[in-house]
């Protein structure tokens, strides 16, 4: 059952409804069903006035509907019937309920907010489905990304690894070699003497015996190939590098030792202090702080100065790198030495690639210090004209100093640089006249 609708003035459904209503009237006691009367006009109350709602009018043309009580029935507080036959619906017991129009628009309220929030939910479930979908994107960059690094990083440590396998390869095979070269000096040294051999021997540097060999006519000795290295082929476009293992760098040699003056024997020994005099031009080896190359090495120049001895015309004999022989040991042909410039503590050296500019040969510098040395800095000494290996360096013999790394020979000519200052130069095989030096004791 509804309250506060209009009942319809059809006869049949005023009949289907009079049962329920007398029972409902009963209960309110308005009478039974004895006094309901059916009426075409308008219903009279018990008092016999027809009622209103207070300050209401009745639309034009319509008739004012009854209630089940025998009372017209009344309009809300305050509202008017609207115009055309709708009749504001009003409880049935006349109290003020909201009539239809007040239901529809809280019922299209309702439907607008049950819309806003069905439009709210789809879009936040749209809004967590594309996070959702970034999310996992980015988590899938994320996880490709640190996969390619790590991947990157074993392939990194894996070519370390690979780099370092091939370098412990190479200091092995560089120890192995240099074991090999000490026993054969070691075995040397125990044949009468630091640096010496029988004379029957070919070279200081571990090489088997075998005759000596010679260019042909007076002075023509050829000398042994270097240690595990291609013979010498004394041009000047064969060039050849320091073995950077025969350097200074963790060498046992020591870095002084004592300066030996003069001899009574004239025996060369290890810290001997001499000087060496150009055998064709009679010119000492010289060098000194105020001159230096102009060839782009920039290095302390060595040439022939004067024919008087002075104080920078004097150097120490000292052994190769890596070479540990007793002070004052005797020197035998033969045998790699440096030589030290007493004065600036710098070595005799010779190197490729820079020239003397005069005559376009291998240039001699004085480089280095007592720290500081390398493989361009061991000279063979040799006895001029057969070499002579294995004997005992002296005074009164004519020597070659025949560069190791390149075979080539300390040289000297006529060609001045300026006035006083002869070229020196390395060059050539060693059997010149030009290559010939004498040595005198300080």
Sequence with gaps: MTYGNNYDDNSDNRQDDEGGERGIGRFFGRGDDSQQQQHSGPQQSQYGQQQQGYGQQQGHGQQQGHGPYGQPQQQGYGQQQRPGGNMAGGSQYGGNMPGDDYSQEELEKSERN??????????????????????????IHEYRENKEEEEAEERRKEQEAEQEKQREEERRREEERRREEERHRQEQANQGGWGQRPPSTDS?????????????????????????????????????????????????????????????????????????KHNMTGRFLHTDRSHSTSTGSNQQLVFGFRWNSDENDWWQVLPANHDVPVPGSVVAFGTQIRLRHVETGRHLHSHYNYHEGRSGQNEVTAYGDSMRSDENDHW?????????????????????????VSGMALHSHDIMISEDVQSVTCFGRGDEENDKWR????
């Design 114 to 139: 049950a819309k806003y929030k069905d439009w709210g939910t789809k879009a936040g479930i749209a809004a967590l489905g594309v996070a959702a979908i970034g999310a996992a994107a980015y988590g």
């Design 204 to 276: 200081a540097y571990g090489h088997q015996p075998k005759p000596q060999q010679h260019y042909g006519g007076s002075g023509g000795f050829c000398p042994p190939s270097p240690y595990g290295r291609p013979p010498y082929s004394f041009q000047q476009d064969d060039v050849r590098h320091a073995d950077s293992s025969r350097s200074s760098d963790n060498s046992p040699t020591p870095h002084e030792y004592p300066k030996l003056h003069g001899a009574s024997d004239h025996v060369i020994k290890i810290g001997s202090i001499i000087s060496l």
């Design 439 to 442: 040595v005198q004791l300080d």
């Design 380 to 404: 063979v000494v040799e006895k001029w004209g057969e070499g002579a290996y294995g004997q005992t360096w002296t005074q009164d013999e004519v020597i070659v100093l025949r560069h190791y």
